[in-house]
């Protein structure tokens, strides 16, 4: 099973609201990480949970908070955002170390209005 | 002088023909190599991985890493209409907490029946 999975799918939220995404693997990667990716442009890393530890942070506004409650389970809380910060935000899982191949999820499609 | 450099396209092949995908890249300290293809609104799904140089081949692609020329390629053969997508290519390299992906920009494909 090499399957990331996001929910939801697809989201449209007020400047003023609160949401979270959500993603999970069972492939027993202990890295996990959230990307974020705006119309024909590659996808932009955004944090990088190493064992459950926030490893990287690619100066992402506080609007942004990630969370990692366990092996499996990686959260992106979102907050007070503004329309440019509409994307695909995508995450991805791999072994840690940089070292081996990283899989996607299908991503959440974020429209902030 | 980006340390991923891969030409957008588009490019665009009759049903059948050989697809040829490249991306050069500067840091010689990248190891790992990937191909990944994105259709359109969707998360990147893996295609090929490869480690240091050489040649890996999986059904009608082959990935091709020339390390002495910072060059690397991904082969399609007898190209199908379903393989229309964009395809980036990805490095990593391991040492550290570097769990970095470094994507190219893409390369947007159509297949034409």
């Known amino acids: 099973d090499t399957e990331v999975t996001q929910t939801p799918k697809h989201l449209v939220m007020g400047m003023t609201n609160k949401k979270s995404l959500k993603c999970e693997q069972h492939m027993g990667h202990r890295a996990m990480y959230w990307y974020k990716q705006k119309a024909k442009k590659p996808p932009e890393l955004m944090f990088v949970y190493s064992y459950e530890k926030l490893s990287i942070n690619e100066s992402v506004p506080s609007r942004f908070s990630p969370e990692c409650p366990n092996s499996s389970l990686l959260n992106l809380h979102l907050h007070a955002l503004q329309p440019e910060d509409s994307a695909l935000y995508l995450c991805?899982?791999?072994?840690?170390?940089?070292?081996?191949?990283?899989?996607f999820g299908q991503g959440t499609r974020l429209t902030v209005v | 002088q980006k340390e991923v450099e891969q030409d957008p396209g588009p490019l665009s092949v009759p049903e059948g023909a050989i697809v040829s995908l490249n991306c050069t890249y500067s840091?010689?300290?990248?190891?790992?190599f990937m191909w990944y293809r994105q259709y359109s609104r969707k998360g990147p799904e893996l295609l090929m991985y490869?480690?240091?140089?050489g040649n890996k081949e999986d059904g009608r692609f082959t990935a091709q890493v020339d390390k002495s020329s910072k060059y690397i390629s991904l082969f399609i053969r007898d190209s199908q209409p379903s393989d229309s997508a964009t395809y980036l290519c990805?490095?990593?390299?391991?040492?550290?907490?570097?769990?970095?992906?470094?994507f190219g920009k893409g390369t947007l494909l159509t297949v034409n029946p």
């Open positions: 490869t480690y240091s140089s």
């Open positions: 840091n010689s300290a990248f190891q790992y």
């Open positions: 991805a899982s791999s072994q840690p170390g940089g070292w081996t191949e990283a899989f």
């Open positions: 990805a490095m990593s390299y391991s040492g550290g907490s570097n769990y970095k992906l470094t």
